[in-house]
């Protein structure tokens, strides 16, 4: 009786399992969010795709809570659509040097 359960249990987990789709593969946008917060100041407040790249990758538009760094928001690039590690950001942090000398000691 056990070896029945088992049996039935393992093929229903393999069928589950086999039909894996092709969305799921593509990069997912907490994957973005985890990159974004490990290499920049950006919050993120709202995420698109931009398109497609000339090579066949993504681009995300992302837009920041936070607009001292990324008034414009981040673009960042996935070069392989299936791999996380592919993705770079494609936009860089503005600092407006400006407003140091506004300050008054």
Known sequence: MR???????SLLCWSMLSPIDASLARVQDYQ???LLSYV?????????????????GLRYQVGCS???AYPQGVEVECRDA???????VLTRSQTFDQLHSLDRH
């Not at 070896?3 to 249990?9: H, I, L, P």
């Not at 920049?40 to 790249?53: D, L, N």
């Not at 299936?82 to 770079?88: A, L, N």
């Open 32 to 34: 973005i969010r985890r």
């Open 40 to 56: 920049s100041e950006c919050r993120v407040e709202s995420m698109g795709e931009a398109g497609k790249t000339a090579d066949g």
């Open 66 to 68: 936070d607009l001292n």
């Open 3 to 9: 070896a029945g359960r088992f049996a039935t249990r």
């Open 82 to 88: 299936d791999d996380e590690r592919s993705c770079r």
